[in-house]
T-cell receptor, first 112, second 112 residues
Framework: RKEVEQDPGPFNVPEGATVAFNCTYS??????FFWYRQDCRKEPKLLMSVYSSGNEDGRFTAQLNRASQYISLLIRDSKLSDSATYLCVVSLIGGGSYIPTFGRGTSLIVHP | EPEVTQTPSHQVTQMGQEVILRCVPI?????FYWYRQILGQKVEFLVSFYNNEISEKSEIFDDQFSVERPDGSNFTLKIRSTKLEDSAMYFCASRDTGGRLFFGSGTQLSVL
């Protein structure tokens, strides 16, 4: 079973739409969760951390469901510039190690 | 804003040659990572480094790979005898106390 799974998409949405991505993780002991954004052939950039209580940053809302082992990202009022691949990152902390593990990413295309 | 810098941005080498990829992490970070991304695939963990030693490594990080922090600022990844399948984008990252990774812009390695 893959450690971090995401629907690769692509999600093709018009400007102004609301779109949601999910990510599931296999290790219930995972402790840190993040969403990153990656543009084509560029480095991943941190979009937001995901907290247990859920958190919002402008048009972006992240939720964590520990019982079902998934995290979600909601983007409201999509912009053309939101077109990118969204990477789910899950980290396990234990034995002195901390390895952020990436999902394959979900591709978002926002069209006019 | 502090950033992770990587050099070179592109490296072309012949199979069997040694390459050294260089990174300067964010100065007050203590944990450093190398990841790689083969075109069209996910970001894969190679190795983590803390307190001048490897803390974790993946199965990919075999005897052909090594890391060093020779002078307190640079963090290098060496591949001793490159193979065709080593062709990928290599990303260096440093981690803050909140567990967030900050990536360099990557080195595109092409092995011919």
């Amino acid at each position: 079973r893959k450690e971090v799974e995401q629907d690769p998409g692509p999600f093709n949405v018009p400007e102004g739409a609301t779109v949601a991505f999910n990510c599931t993780y296999s290790n219930s002991a995972s402790q840190s969760f993040f969403w990153y954004r990656q543009d084509c052939r560029k480095e991943p950039k941190l979009l937001m951390s995901v907290y247990s209580s859920g958190n919002e940053d402008g048009r972006f809302t992240a939720q964590l469901n520990r019982a079902s082992q998934y995290i979600s990202l909601l983007i409201r009022d999509s912009k053309l510039s939101d077109s990118a691949t969204y990477l789910c990152v899950v980290s396990l902390i234990g034995g002195g190690s901390y390895i952020p593990t990436f999902g394959r990413g979900t591709s978002l295309i926002v069209h006019p | 804003e502090p950033e992770v810098t990587q050099t070179p941005s592109h490296q072309v080498t012949q199979m069997g040659q040694e390459v050294i990829l260089r990174c300067v992490p964010i100065s007050n970070h203590l944990y450093f990572y190398w990841y790689r991304q083969i075109l069209g695939q996910k970001v894969e963990f190679l190795v983590s480094f803390y307190n001048n030693e490897i803390s974790e490594k993946s199965e990919i990080f075999d005897d052909q790979f090594s890391v060093e922090r020779p002078d307190g600022s640079n963090f290098t990844l060496k591949i001793r005898s490159t193979k065709l399948e080593d062709s990928a984008m290599y990303f260096c990252a440093s981690r803050d106390t909140g567990g967030r990774l900050f990536f360099g812009s990557g080195t595109q390695l092409s092995v011919l």
